[in-house]
């Protein structure tokens, strides 16, 4: 990848993703397990494997993934587009599985976070690790940092904070 790409593809994360709400259980599952599989490696190289992500999760949609079976995760295994590592795919179908749990109980995945705010790192931490599969310290962080529910992702004096801020429900304004 040529140093051009890889700044555009930093940048169209930076400016048009990182820190943004999400309001759709599919997209946050798919962050979820975007997280999770960055782990031990480098942001970068999740980002050049979101499409290849996309096609073999089904586009991330949790009701898909819930059901996936011994022949799916085997597919996933042979996928070169993606992370070849049967904990973090182990970990997506039981993310999705208690995920659909949370749907029913709280109405969405969304809900149940809004539900859970404010919190600190450490309670969020917490309460991941008891809901999810392969949720440490650092996922848990990156993950809520991305969709807003903890500060950070950026400045105040950037630019796409205050785009963010204008975004973001009343209730998560801190």
Same mark, same amino acid.
């Given at each position: 990848?040529?140093?051009?790409?890889?700044?555009?593809?930093?940048?169209?994360?930076?400016? +048009?993703?990182?820190? #943004?709400?999400?309001?759709?259980?599919?997209?946050?599952?798919?962050?979820?397990?975007?997280?999770?599989?960055?782990?031990?490696?480098?942001?970068? !190289?999740?980002?050049?494997?979101? /499409?290849?992500?996309?096609?073999?999760?089904?586009?991330?949609?949790?009701?898909? $993934?819930?059901?996936?079976?011994?022949?799916?995760?085997?597919? @996933?295994?042979?996928?070169?587009?993606?992370?070849? +590592?049967? @904990?973090?795919?182990?970990?997506? $179908?039981?993310?999705?599985? !208690?995920? @659909?749990?949370? /749907?029913?109980?709280? *109405?969405? #995945?969304?809900?149940? @976070?809004? +539900?859970?705010?404010?919190?600190?790192?450490?309670?969020? !931490?917490?309460?991941?690790?008891? !809901?999810?599969? #392969?949720?440490? *310290?650092?996922? $848990?962080?990156?993950?809520?940092?991305?969709?807003?529910?903890?500060?950070?992702?950026?400045?105040?004096?950037?630019?796409?904070?205050?785009?963010?801020?204008?975004?973001?429900?009343?209730?998560?304004? /801190?």
């Amino acid at each position: 990848m040529q140093p051009e790409e890889r700044k555009s593809l930093h940048k169209n994360y930076h400016d +048009n993703h990182y820190g #943004f709400p999400i309001h759709n259980d599919d997209e946050l599952f798919g962050r979820l397990v975007m997280e999770i599989n960055q782990a031990g490696l480098s942001w970068e !190289t999740i980002l050049k494997k979101e /499409q290849s992500f996309r096609k073999a999760y089904h586009n991330f949609e949790v009701k898909k $993934v819930a059901v996936y079976k011994e022949k799916d995760i085997e597919r @996933l295994l042979n996928d070169a587009g993606i992370i070849r +590592n049967k @904990l973090k795919i182990n970990a997506a $179908v039981e993310n999705a599985k !208690t995920i @659909l749990a949370l /749907q029913k109980e709280y *109405g969405s #995945f969304e809900k149940w @976070l809004e +539900n859970n705010h404010p919190k600190t790192k450490d309670e969020w !931490t917490k309460l991941f690790k008891k !809901t999810f599969r #392969f949720t440490g *310290g650092e996922i $848990v962080n990156e993950f809520l940092m991305s969709i807003g529910y903890l500060p950070g992702a950026h400045s105040e004096n950037c630019i796409i904070y205050k785009k963010i801020l204008k975004q973001k429900p009343m209730w998560a304004k /801190q």
